[in-house]
Nanobody
Framework: QVQLLESGGGLVQAGGSLRLSCAAS????????MGWYRQAPGKQRELVAR???????NYADSVKGRFTISRDNAKNTVYLQMNSLQSEDTATYYC???????????????WGQGTLVTVSS
């Protein structure tokens, strides 16, 4: 199976920056996509950014121009650089991966436990 380890959350003032990391480990054959979602108190989980094998990216309109998603294939790690943070960005951020695992090969979607980002205004 696959485990995801998220890190990089914390408390910042509005206008500040944070960099989130998510490292995947386990019996991974391939990673089809990696992404970040977030969930604020009382709200539904929403897509923030995602990146696929061909390095095509997709961003929520609310973060375009401020956030950048990238991946290191050798480390099975995805990053989210967050700049110009705003109070509305306050949420728990969850890493998500779509992977193929071994014995037998099968597709699996895996969620991380989340890392909290708090932006003070």
């Amino acid at each position: 199976q696959v485990q995801l380890l998220e890190s990089g959350g914390g408390l910042v003032q509005a206008g500040g920056s944070l960099r989130l990391s998510c490292a995947a480990s386990g019996s991974i054959v391939s990673i089809n996509r990696m992404g970040w979602y977030r969930q604020a108190p009382g709200k539904q989980r929403e897509l923030v950014a995602r990146i696929v094998t061909r390095d095509s990216t997709n961003y929520a309109d609310s973060v375009k121009g401020r956030f950048t998603i990238s991946r290191d294939n050798a480390k099975n790690t995805v990053y989210l650089q967050m700049n110009s943070l705003q109070s509305e960005d306050t949420a728990t951020y969850y890493c998500h991966v779509g992977v193929v695992v071994r014995s037998p090969d099968r597709y699996l979607e895996v969620w991380g436990q989340g890392t909290l980002v708090t932006v003070s205004s």
